[in-house]
């Protein structure tokens, strides 16, 4: 049984630090891996998307890297800004029925 | 290019009570999913549509929780009575063709009280 782990559960940063988000799945047999963020009563919103074949992902500030291997994947966020502030969302396409498996997320403050 | 609608976002009722939410997808989007995310807790995928059929609906409770997409477009997620535990934000979202590796769009969703 696939399961999602994120680590750290929380994180408070000043602004301009580099920060690394990890993520770490029990079961390497994906289809894909998405970085989500999620701001409070709102939706959730799709940063990245690896494919199973692909090792990282940049959209901007943010990388995202993926290691099947070892059942990891990290999202790094440049250069923080207050507006960064949200929680963080992994989520791994995996299964026969197309399943996307979530992590309990990592709520993240970047303090001015 | 609009993106996922959802209504209402907020609902308050009674335990017992019933209670429907309405999701609008991407136009041209074929899947829709509904999630139920309790505070602190990752989604829970409860139902999963391809055009007007179900594809998965594993985790839904189906003795008061109903879905439908009658039209292969909008949809209605209901839940008849509810219970306090049913407190949740419900998700919709959506996707071209519900192929592998492919983004699913999220709606801003519907947060559920039930007193």
């Known amino acids: 049984k696939q399961e999602v782990t994120q680590i750290p559960a929380a994180l408070s940063v000043p602004e301009g630090e580099n920060l690394v988000l990890n993520c770490s799945f029990t079961d390497s047999a994906i289809y894909n891996l998405q970085w989500f963020r999620q701001d409070p009563g709102k939706g959730l919103t799709s940063l990245l998307l690896i494919q199973s074949s692909q090792r990282e992902q940049t959209s901007g500030r943010l990388n995202a890297s993926l290691d099947k291997s070892s059942g990891r994947s990290t999202l790094y966020i440049a250069a923080s800004q207050p507006g960064d502030s949200a929680t963080y969302l992994c989520?791994?396409?995996?299964?026969?029925?197309?399943?996307?498996?979530w992590g309990l997320g990592t709520s993240l403050a970047v303090n001015p | 290019e609009a993106g996922v609608a959802q209504s209402p976002r907020y609902k308050i009722i009674e335990k017992r009570q019933s209670v429907a939410f309405w999701c609008n997808p991407i136009s041209g989007h074929a899947t829709l999913y509904w999630y139920q995310q309790i505070l602190g807790q990752g989604p829970k995928l409860l139902i999963q549509f391809q055009n007007n059929g179900v594809v998965d609906d594993s985790q839904l409770p189906k003795d008061r929780f109903s879905a439908e997409r009658l039209k292969g477009v909008d949809s209605t997620l209901k839940i008849q009575p509810a219970k306090l535990e049913d407190s949740a934000v419900y998700l919709c979202a959506s996707s071209l063709a519900g192929a592998l590796g492919e983004t699913q769009y999220f709606g801003p969703g519907t947060r559920l009280l039930v007193l």
């Open positions: 989520a791994v396409g995996s299964g026969n029925n197309r399943k996307l498996i």
